[in-house]
Every structure is written in structure tokens, then in C-alpha cells.
């Protein structure tokens, strides 16, 4: 009982610690309530907007944005990683234009990405393409490099096809680390994802903090970040699940 408890517990208190400074300061800072709003008027804010529907659609559209450029972040980083941790010409030719790239904030392509797709869920999904995209290629690119070169020689004796080398080699070598750099890369297109949708869309919780600011409700606009933090929270609590359920496969491998 205490090993099930002693998880839930500790993040409890910090919570709970949280909640009690965050009302003392509403109470005592000297910001009015919309400035500032304690706890209580955020939560009876926060049912208003799940009863009305309006939390749970702009939840949604940043969740299939946010699925939508990472899925395409992943079809095409993670087989260029396969292509340039393999074969050094092709680094050779497009190490240096990933490497010139990839420190460009994602956000500096707002303006080229709304003249290209125009205002709505084109320019959000390249945006978080993009900011998943290149960690992922590179992430990729070292994980195949860092796999021992003795199990290339043995495929080589047995003759393997490229796609025995891929499937049987690099893939199973590879995935522990990427499936680290998906946990981290999830992250950063969560994080996207809300400053593309303060200026490129209509809908979405980055587009739900932009319009409550600018109509002043400040419980809105925490309403929007708990939302956000919570499904951070989950995202990563998932991928956490995936990194150990390969790791229990991978030591199920190994005892045979």
C-alpha cells in the first residue's frame, strides 16, 4: 500500500502547497480579482467553459494540430536520420543545411507560413512540423551512429538486404533513444503549437488565452494554462509509459 500511495502523494502536497500560496497572494498582493484571480474563480470559470463545450473544442483543435504535425514530423525526420546516420555522403550533403536550419525558432516562420497557407490549421501543423521535424532527424541520425558497427559486419556475412539491416539492425537498435526523443520533441510541439495559434487560427487554447486577454478575463487565460499544463502532463506521462514498456521488451530479449 505505501509503494501505491508514495507516487500520489508527494505531487499531492506540492499541489495542494501550490494552491494555498497562489490564494494567499491573490488575497494579499493588491492586484484587483481581474488582474489577478485567486484559485476559487478560476475553477468556477474553468466549469463554465467545460459545461458551455468551449474547453473541450479548443482543446481538441491544439490536440489534432499538435497530432497532425508530429505524425508528419516522424514520417519524414526519423527515416532521414535513418538515411544520414547510415551513409555518410548523404550527411555530407544534407548535414550542413539541417545544421544551418534547425536553431531557427519555429516561430520566426509565422509570417512565411501564413502567406504560404493562409489563416487556419495549415500554418499551425507546419509550425509544429517544424519544431519536431528537426530534433527528431537529428536524434535519429545519432542513434544509428551510435549502434556497434560488429552488427553491420555480421549482416554483411549473412548477406542481409538493406531492408533485413533496417529492420533487424537499426530499428531495434535505434529505438531506445528515439523513443527518448519523442518524449522530449512532444514537448516542444505542445509548446508550439500555443504561440502558432495566438496568431495564425481561430480556435485552440492559445487562441482561447489570446481572446481572453484581450477581453480581460484573466481567469480564462489560467484557465487555458491548467488545461495546457495537464495535457503536457499527459503527453509526457505516455511517453514515459512507451520508454518503459521498450525497456521491458528489451530485457524480455535479452534473458532469452
Known amino acids: 500500500m505505501k509503494s501505491i ?3 500520489f502523494l508527494f505531487p499531492l502536497v506540492t499541489f495542494s502547497v501550490t494552491l494555498m500560496l497562489w490564494e494567499l497572494l491573490a488575497r494579499h498582493s493588491g492586484w484587483s480579482e ?3 484571480p485567486g484559485p476559487v474563480k478560476v475553477f468556477v470559470s474553468m466549469c463554465e467553459l ?4 468551449a474547453m473541450l473544442r479548443h482543446a481538441v483543435a491544439s490536440l489534432f494540430r499538435v497530432t497532425a504535425g508530429f505524425y508528419l514530423a516522424i514520417l519524414f525526420g526519423i527515416p532521414l536520420g535513418i538515411v544520414l546516420g547510415r551513409w555518410r555522403t548523404a ?3 544534407l548535414n550542413p543545411l539541417i545544421q544551418f536550419l534547425r536553431p531557427i525558432s519555429p516561430l520566426a516562420w509565422i509570417p512565411l507560413s501564413m502567406l504560404w497557407f493562409g489563416i487556419g490549421d495549415k500554418p499551425a501543423v507546419f509550425l509544429i512540423f517544424l519544431a519536431s521535424f528537426f530534433p527528431l532527424a537529428v536524434s535519429t541520425t545519432a542513434a544509428v551512429q551510435s549502434i556497434n558497427p560488429v552488427y553491420f559486419h555480421v549482416a554483411a556475412n549473412f548477406n542481409f538486404s538493406r531492408y ?3 529492420t533487424k539492425i537499426i530499428i531495434p537498435g535505434m ?3 528515439v523513443l527518448t526523443a519523442l518524449r522530449i520533441t512532444v514537448t516542444i510541439a505542445w509548446l508550439v503549437v500555443v504561440a502558432a495559434e495566438m496568431i495564425a487560427v481561430k480556435s485552440g487554447l492559445g487562441y482561447l488565452i489570446l481572446d481572453s486577454r484581450n477581453a480581460l478575463r484573466m481567469d480564462y487565460v ?3 494554462m491548467i488545461v495546457i499544463g495537464a495535457i503536457g502532463l499527459l503527453l509526457d506521462y505516455v511517453m514515459t509509459r512507451l520508454n518503459r514498456i521498450d525497456s521491458i521488451a528489451w530485457a524480455s530479449v535479452g534473458d532469452r
Open 5 to 7: 500511495q508514495q507516487p
Open 34 to 36: 481581474q488582474v489577478f
Open 50 to 53: 467545460i459545461c458551455n463545450g
Open 91 to 93: 550527411q555530407q550533403f
Open 164 to 166: 533485413e539491416v533496417v
Open 175 to 177: 529505438l531506445p533513444s
Open 222 to 224: 489560467m484557465d487555458g
